[in-house]
């Protein structure tokens, strides 16, 4: 595993003449090992959630395209083919399997009280 090393001086320990400290960091993972949805997920095949990537925030895969906008023209009374138009990389398929994974989930949770 590779490492970043730096060293720290902190003022006491330059009055008194003493060494420095090494700290050495992990090296973060790549990119790709950070995605937290696991490649088996139903979910995996249609959006990504990367904490280096927009902040976390869920997107359509293989876009910059945070999954939320979708939900906000559906909001504003949008319909999916403006909301399409205006996001060439995201796909018909994705926005329907988002909003059916998003009513079956709001559903399930409602059977459950």
Do not use: K
């Amino acid at each position: 595993m590779s490492a970043i090393r730096f060293s720290v001086t902190f003022p006491a320990v330059a009055r008194y003449n003493m060494c420095m400290e090494t700290l050495v960091l992990p090296h973060p993972a790549p990119r790709a090992s950070r995605d937290l949805l696991p490649a088996d997920s139903p979910l995996s095949q249609y959006i990504w959630v990367n904490p280096a990537r927009m902040h976390g925030e869920p997107c359509f895969l293989g876009t910059r395209v945070p999954v939320q906008i979708l939900f906000d023209h559906l909001r504003a009374g949008d319909a999916i083919e403006d909301f399409l138009a205006d996001f060439e990389g995201v796909t018909r398929e994705q926005a329907v399997a988002v909003i059916d994974f998003a009513s079956h989930g709001l559903l399930a949770g409602l059977r459950n009280l």
